[in-house]
C-alpha cells in the first residue's frame, strides 16, 4: 500500500511570496489532514477535510493560506503571501473511517521564508 | 496554553535497557492517546495507543501505560535498540459532540538516543 505522498520536499522563498503544496493520500482514505510543524515543537492542525468538505479549520490563518481537496482525493495548501514566520514543516497525513485516530503521515515539505 | 506536555526534550539509554518517555496532559475530556514516532526528515509514524478505558496497552517491545488520575502517560521500550534512535511524540484526542474523535493535540516530542 502507498504512503501519503507530497511534494515538493522543500521549498525556499522570499518573503511576501507565494507557495502551494501537494498532498496524495492512501488510497481509500476519507480524511485528510494539513498540519504545520514549526523547528521544536509538535505539529499543529491547520485544516482537516472529510472527502471535499472542510470538517475543521480553526486554526487556519485565513488571510493568508488556503487549502483545497476538490475531488476528495488529493489537497493543495497555499500560502499567499508567505510571513518569516511561515518557515516550518508542513505535513501531510491522512486516515480512514474504521481507524480514524491512526493518521499515517506524509513526509512533510520544509518551507523556509527570507 | 500546552495540553499535552512532553517536559523531557532529550533522553539517552544504552542499547538493551528500557526507555521511559513520559507525556503529562491538562485535558481531562482527552480519552484517546497516541505514540508517533519520527526520523528525521520523514514524517511521524503511528507507534502506539490507548483508549481511557484502558491503563496499559503493549505491542512487542512497546507497552503505554495511561495514569488517567494523574493525567499521565509513559511508553516504555524494553529492550531499547539504536533503531529506536528518533523524536516520540505524544498525542491526545477527545471525542466530539457528534460522537466522533476530535483532533489530535501534539507535545513537542522526546528525542531519545539509544547508544550502542
Known amino acids: 500500500e502507498a504512503g501519503v505522498a507530497q511534494s515538493p520536499r522543500y521549498k525556499i522563498i522570499e518573503k511576501r511570496q507565494s507557495v502551494a503544496f501537494w498532498c496524495n493520500p492512501i488510497?481509500?482514505?476519507?480524511?485528510l489532514y494539513w498540519y504545520q510543524q514549526i523547528l521544536g515543537q509538535g505539529p499543529k492542525l491547520l485544516i482537516q477535510f472529510q472527502n471535499n468538505g472542510v470538517v475543521d479549520d480553526s486554526q487556519l490563518p485565513k488571510d493568508r493560506f488556503s487549502a483545497e481537496r476538490l475531488k476528495g482525493v488529493d489537497s493543495t495548501l497555499k500560502i499567499q503571501p508567505a510571513k518569516l514566520e511561515d518557515s516550518a514543516v508542513y505535513l501531510c497525513?491522512?486516515?480512514?473511517?474504521?481507524?480514524?485516530?491512526?493518521?499515517?503521515f506524509g513526509p512533510g515539505t520544509r518551507l523556509t521564508v527570507l | 496554553d500546552q495540553q499535552v506536555k512532553q517536559n523531557s526534550p532529550s533522553l539517552s539509554v544504552q542499547e538493551g535497557r528500557i526507555s521511559i518517555l513520559n507525556c503529562d496532559y491538562t485535558n481531562s475530556m482527552f480519552d484517546y492517546f497516541l505514540w508517533y514516532k519520527k526520523y528525521p526528515a520523514e514524517g511521524p509514524t503511528f507507534l502506539i495507543s490507548?483508549?481511557?478505558?484502558?491503563d496499559k496497552n503493549e505491542d512487542g517491545r512497546f507497552t503505554v501505560f495511561l495514569n488517567k488520575s494523574a493525567k499521565h502517560l509513559s511508553l516504555h521500550i524494553v529492550p531499547s535498540q539504536p533503531g529506536d534512535s528518533a523524536v516520540y511524540f505524544c498525542?491526545?484526542?477527545?471525542?466530539?459532540?457528534?460522537?466522533?474523535?476530535?483532533?489530535?493535540?501534539f507535545g513537542k516530542g522526546t528525542k531519545l538516543s539509544v547508544k550502542p
Open positions: 498525542a491526545a484526542s477527545a471525542m466530539n459532540y457528534g460522537g466522533s474523535q476530535g483532533n489530535l493535540i
Open positions: 490507548i483508549s481511557s478505558i484502558k
Open positions: 497525513a491522512s486516515s480512514s473511517r474504521r481507524l480514524a485516530n491512526e493518521q499515517f
Open positions: 488510497s481509500g482514505h476519507a480524511t
